[in-house]
């Protein structure tokens, strides 16, 4: 397996070691049922263990959510308007500036995920593994209230739902989770790095790559 640079595993341990305890206060220890914030853990782990399957399972989560937040941030910077409605949190003045320049995560986390799969390639495991994650995540987050909205459990994006019981809206979670975003996204990734592998190893061959 090809070697993960010491200066990046030390730098996102550094890194987790500033952002956790400063969200923890902010926000309270319930927001890292956020999938995106279980994600920088895991990934912290992923570097210093060279998990392949951590990596999958990670990019499976949250990379193609990563890539909107991401968009939504850029369009907004760019022309003013956010199109996906997930960044409006990055200009809100109540929320201190080191907080928002903290959730700039997202594009590192993303560029990491990117890197990881073209350099290790993906492992097929990684939706049975993160829908198992949703599964025990999911209840647990709709459990935090409406308020807090833990992955849009409650509601998508800012707003929460009032056209179903919330319990039946949990449930349509649980379901959608898997079929609506961790399946494309084990789909496009086993489509562009077909050889299944697992474990440690070479890294296969992305399609479209020259040999």
Same mark, same amino acid.
């Given at each position: 397996? *090809?070697?993960?640079? $010491?200066? $990046?595993?030390?730098?996102? @341990?550094?890194?987790?070691?500033?952002?956790?305890?400063?969200?923890?206060?902010?926000?309270?220890?319930?927001?890292?049922?956020?999938?995106?914030?279980?994600? /920088?853990?895991?990934?912290?782990? !992923?570097?210093? &263990?060279?998990?392949?399957?951590?990596?999958?399972?990670?990019?499976?989560?949250?990379?193609?959510?990563?890539?909107?937040?991401?968009?939504?941030?850029? @369009?907004?910077?760019?022309?003013?308007?956010?199109? *996906?409605?997930? &960044?409006?949190?990055?200009?809100?003045? *109540?929320?201190?500036?080191?907080?928002?320049?903290?959730?700039?995560?997202?594009?590192?986390?993303?560029?990491?995920?990117?890197?990881?799969?073209?350099?290790?390639?993906?492992?097929?495991?990684?939706?049975?593994?993160?829908?198992?994650?949703?599964? !025990?995540?999911?209840?647990?987050?709709? $459990?935090?209230?409406?308020?807090? /909205?833990?992955?849009? &459990?409650?509601?998508?994006?800012?707003? /929460?739902?009032?056209?179903?019981?919330?319990?039946?809206?949990?449930? $349509?979670?649980?379901?959608?989770?898997?079929?609506?975003?961790?399946?494309?996204?084990?789909?496009?990734?086993?489509?562009?790095?077909?050889?299944?592998? &697992?474990?440690?190893?070479?890294?296969?061959?992305?399609?479209?790559?020259? @040999?």
């Amino acid at each position: 397996m *090809a070697r993960i640079p $010491l200066w $990046l595993k030390i730098t996102w @341990s550094v890194w987790l070691l500033a952002w956790a305890p400063a969200y923890a206060m902010h926000y309270g220890a319930h927001a890292f049922l956020w999938f995106c914030d279980i994600s /920088n853990f895991a990934l912290g782990v !992923a570097l210093w &263990t060279g998990s392949r399957l951590l990596f999958s399972w990670q990019a499976v989560s949250v990379l193609l959510v990563q890539l909107v937040w991401c968009f939504d941030l850029a @369009s907004r910077l760019l022309f003013g308007v956010h199109p *996906a409605g997930a &960044t409006y949190y990055m200009f809100d003045p *109540a929320i201190p500036l080191p907080i928002r320049l903290l959730s700039l995560f997202h594009v590192a986390a993303a560029a990491l995920m990117i890197w990881a799969l073209w350099k290790f390639g993906y492992d097929r495991r990684a939706f049975l593994f993160q829908t198992a994650t949703a599964a !025990a995540v999911l209840p647990l987050s709709w $459990l935090a209230g409406a308020r807090e /909205n833990l992955n849009w &459990t409650w509601g998508l994006f800012r707003e /929460n739902q009032a056209w179903m019981s919330p319990l039946a809206y949990l449930g $349509l979670c649980m379901l959608a989770y898997p079929l609506v975003l961790f399946l494309p996204a084990h789909l496009l990734f086993a489509y562009v790095w077909p050889r299944r592998s &697992t474990g440690r190893g070479p890294a296969p061959t992305p399609r479209g790559a020259s @040999s």
